[in-house]
């Protein structure tokens, strides 16, 4: 294996807060790598340490020579005067910049200097991009080129920024959480061209299923120190819990020799202190490793709901639409208690509205929702909070309350609540702004269950958040006692936690499912199958009706020798010049999808046309034929 980037005894800081030290690790080539830790113990800033946007206190970075790296950033930035396709397009790999200034030159007018850059495109091979790029940019839903990027929100900008990797084809891609903004379809997508590219890959994602689907080895860091797994994250999960079961095990016999040496030195006399004085540095080295028991510190979400009545809600006869875009038709639902939903479906469906509808937040065009009176609404939005960035962590919790009811006539203080989110107290007394994006997360799920809701509407809160706070939300949200909608592309949460399903298919089209995500694809895929199946029934049936109907007409004709009408026979002649000319123009077509030479919107309407003027001249001909037999 060629080794593509190696790492030896790396150690970041901020100030006082060690992130990791004296790391080390190495990525080589076809090797696909997921980086594991917990929010702020420094995940984001070693990716951005190896793309060269972070210093580092020690340590050395070796990459192989004129390697190409592609780098997602977790908040991608591209100059807001840029269009969509200059940003997708925007690489250091010739053949990719060769088609920006193709397509470039198809646009201008007078396409000054073609010739050369058509040799440009024949010297780099860059035909073979084409339909790589068209494909890739279809799948994220990229289709206005010309938008300016300062026009993009944040979802929108994250799909350019991933595009734009995967069409640079570096030798290692580094993603960080390129799962974020992406419905499910486009999750799916992803995961297959990841697990059949040859990139090397080094990657922080939230997703279970995605890693455990595409990766082939797990990072871990854990206590400012890196861990190493070769298997995929189901194997993780097995050789973590035998770690730290076998390190426990280790600290259970330090703890045992400490509790002698303590006693050693508590008899000690202080005169002859100089005479032991090895003995006592071996001692404060045992006290060190004693205090270090490894346990899986989870966030703890034990918060009381308030009391929920048989009214939850009703949506009735609900119509939603912006312009032609339908969201909601004349929909009817009345939801139960306690029920989970999970809503699901492609970006811009409407999934997002309809729970701004629901709280309020926006009215739709007809229709109303009839409210029970004792909900009490929990919303997590995808959007986050805009929190004071001068504020402490502690205040922004105390400014909702001092405590927190968490039943039976137990209050907790606003601090010992936040510790439940691994918010230590030094990390308590940071200001927001020092805060990562996940803790940032963190905090935002912490205001939101403090004020003790019974209807948790969550969107998108798998965003950003590691995989350990995940796993706890995930085990609070099935011992509930309340309702819950999720809108969430994290498949693993969504088979964990919601009891059924509403699709939004585009165009106001919805399907309640009784299932979970799993459930529903397994299902979906066997609908698929069927349909296939109906379908080549009909073709076939279609054909043999044909056929039959041809025998049944020649042996008509046959038998009448009847002549040709008067129209018949007009539009006999007209068929036989049309034909020709349509058999032309789908020829000149053939001519120029072959020559390379047209921009992706032209290639994309001459295929629409090619496609549409062989059904034509099917159709012409089949005429022709019956006719030509009178």
């Keep these: 294996m060629i080794s593509y980037l190696q790492v030896e005894n790396l ?86 910049r060769t088609i920006a200034a193709y397509e470039h030159c198809m646009m201008s007018e007078k396409q000054e200097g073609l010739d050369e850059i058509l040799s440009q495109m024949d010297l780099h091979k860059a035909w073979d991009y084409e339909t790589r790029i068209k494909q890739i940019l279809g799948k994220l839903k990229i289709t206005n080129f010309e938008q300016m990027i300062g026009e993009l929100s944040g979802g929108q900008l994250k799909r350019v920024a991933l595009a734009n990797v995967l069409i640079a084809e570096p030798d290692l891609l580094i993603l960080d959480e390129p799962t974020n903004h992406l419905d499910l379809e486009m999750v799916e997508w992803l995961e297959d061209f990841l697990k059949r590219s040859s990139m090397a890959l080094l990657m922080v994602t939230h997703d279970r299923y995605f890693l455990d689907r595409v990766c082939t080895h797990i990072m871990e860091i854990d206590h400012q120190g ?20 076998n390190w426990n095990a280790e600290s259970d016999r330090t703890v045992n020799l400490y509790k002698k040496e303590l006693e050693w030195m508590r008899r000690q006399p202080q005169a002859r202190a100089h005479k032991a004085k090895s003995r006592q540095e071996s001692f404060y080295e045992i006290e060190e490793r004693a205090k270090q028991r490894r346990n899986n510190d989870n966030v703890k979400l034990d918060v009381k709901a308030s009391y929920l009545g048989s009214k939850i809600f009703e949506a009735k006869y609900i119509t939603k639409a912006y312009g032609d875009l339908k969201i909601l038709d004349n929909f009817y639902y009345n939801f139960a ?39 009490v609404f929990g919303y ?64 935002h799920l912490c205001t ?25 939300l995930e085990e609070y949200l099935q011992s509930f006692k309340g309702c819950v909608i999720v809108v969430s592309h994290d498949r693993y949460f969504m088979d964990k936690v919601v009891d059924h399903l509403l699709v939004f298919k585009g165009n106001a089209e919805l399907k309640d499912f009784p299932g979970n995500y799993t459930d529903y694809r397994e299902w979906n895929e066997l609908m698929e199958e069927q349909e296939k199946e109906e379908k080549k029934k009909q073709d076939s049936k279609a054909k043999s009706q044909n056929n039959s109907q041809k025998s049944v007409v020649t042996s008509q004709k046959s038998e009448e020798k009847r002549k040709l009408s008067f129209k018949e026979k007009q539009e006999f002649e007209a068929l036989e010049k049309e034909i020709p000319q349509l058999e032309a123009e789908k020829a000149e077509i053939e001519k120029q999808l072959a020559s390379g030479t047209l921009s992706s919107d032209e290639i994309i309407e001459a295929s629409k046309r090619f496609g549409e003027l062989g059904d034509i001249i099917d159709e012409k001909t089949m005429r022709w034929l019956e006719l030509s037999e009178i």
Excluded: W
């Design 380 to 443: 997590y939005s995808q959007d986050g909070l805009a929190f004071d960035e001068q504020m402490k962590v502690i205040d922004v919790v105390q400014d909702i309350a001092e405590e927190v009811n968490l039943g039976n006539g137990k209050k907790m203080s606003a601090s010992q609540f936040l510790q439940h989110f691994l918010f230590t107290p030094e990390t308590q007394y940071n200001y927001v702004y020092k805060l990562s994006g996940g803790e940032r997360r963190r905090l």
């Design 448 to 472: 939101v269950l403090m004020r003790n809701p019974n209807f948790l509407v969550l969107d998108e809160p798998t965003n950003d958040l590691d995989i350990m706070t995940l796993n706890v």
């Design 337 to 375: 208690r306690y029920e989970k939903m999970g809503i699901v479906g492609k970006n811009g469906t409407g999934k997002s509205t309809f729970l701004k509808m629901l709280l309020g937040e926006v009215k739709p065009d007809s229709g109303s929702f009839d409210v029970g009176e004792t909900v």
């Design 11 to 96: 150690t970041k800081s901020f100030g006082d807060n060690l992130l990791f030290e004296n790391i080390s690790f190495g990525i080589a080539d076809n090797q696909r790598v997921a980086l594991i830790a917990k929010n702020g113990t420094g995940k984001t800033t070693l990716l951005n340490i190896l793309a060269g946007n972070e210093d580092y206190q020690g340590g050395t970075i070796s990459f192989k020579r004129d390697l190409r790296i592609g780098y997602l950033d977790q908040n991608p930035d591209f100059p807001k005067e840029l269009s969509v396709i200059d940003a997708c397009l925007r690489s250091d790999n010739e053949a990719v």
């Design 226 to 245: 890196l861990f190493q797994y070769s298997g995929n994250y189901s194997y993780y999960l097995e050789k973590r819990q035998e770690r730290i079961e």
